[in-house]
Each structure stands twice: as C-alpha cells, then as structure tokens.
C-alpha cells in the first residue's frame, strides 16, 4: 500500500457511506485518496515527511465533478477527425488526419471536425473530400481560437 504524501486533518470529513458517514483523517499520495477513517488508521500510512495540513474545521465533501457535457456535440466532435493538440502538433499532421477522415467517406460527404480544447467554436473546419483545402487556414483558424 501507497504510503501518504499527505495528511488532512481537524476537518468534517463527510464520506456519504452510511456505515461509516463521517471520518476524522483523509490521506493521499500523489493525488489519490488512499485512506479516510479514524486518525489512529490513517496514521498509519504517515511517514516522516509527509505534508500534514490542518483544515481548521473546515467541512470535507466527495469531490462532484460537473462536466457540463452536451451529449450530443459531443458524440459529434469525439467521433470526428481530431485536428487539435496533441493529436495533431503540425500542420502536416493536420492535413494527414483530415486526408485519411476523406478517403474513408463517399466522395460527396463533408468532413465536420473540431478540436478537443475548452473552446474551439471558432476552429471548426468544414471541408467537402473533393474540395482544395488550404492546411495553412486551417491551422491558422485552430491556434486563434479563444
């Protein structure tokens, strides 16, 4: 078992288990929860450096993770040809990735993909297979966006 980089304690550690609702003591290592319980058992897993913080009281919660996720855009961008970073990092790659997304579809289908990043609204291409593309536009229009 992990030993704790870390030591939360002096907090309300809510752990919404209803066999054990509460706890006195969270420890992790490199990011992850490794144990939650009484101090006496997370003790166990401290070492001479680990990092204790005292949280003065404070209430602990289960981390809620809103992801604000359009389903589906986002089954439209996920399948699309992905032209952003890291899968593309040139723009080579760029025109590679979108040669490839037009040579697996009928010849008159248009090509829709946008890049994976917190807004890339304004980087989304639309290219039909037959027509010329301009891989310079292209990555220009993907590092712009805001």
């Known amino acids: 078992m ?3 980089d870390r030591l939360f304690t002096n907090a309300f550690f809510r752990t ?3 066999a054990t609702p509460t706890a006195e003591a969270l420890a992790s290592w490199q990011g ?4 939650v319980g009484s101090r006496a058992d997370v003790d166990a897993l401290v070492r001479p450096d680990t990092e204790v913080i005292d949280l003065d009281g404070s ?4 981390g809620f993770i809103e992801t604000h996720m359009h389903p589906i855009a986002a089954g439209v961008q996920l399948g699309s040809p992905q032209i952003g970073y890291p899968d593309c990092r040139s723009i080579d790659d760029v025109v590679d990735v979108l040669r490839k997304a037009a040579a697996a579809l009928p010849a008159d289908e248009p090509i829709f993909s946008e890049p994976r990043s917190v807004n890339s609204e304004a980087s989304t291409v639309r290219i039909s297979p037959g027509s010329r593309v301009d891989p310079t536009d292209v990555w ?4 712009t966006s805001p």
């Open 2 to 4: 992990p030993i704790a």
């Open 16 to 18: 919404l288990n209803p």
């Open 59 to 62: 209430t602990v919660l289960p």
């Open 140 to 143: 220009r229009r993907q590092q």
């Open 32 to 35: 992850r929860i490794v144990a």
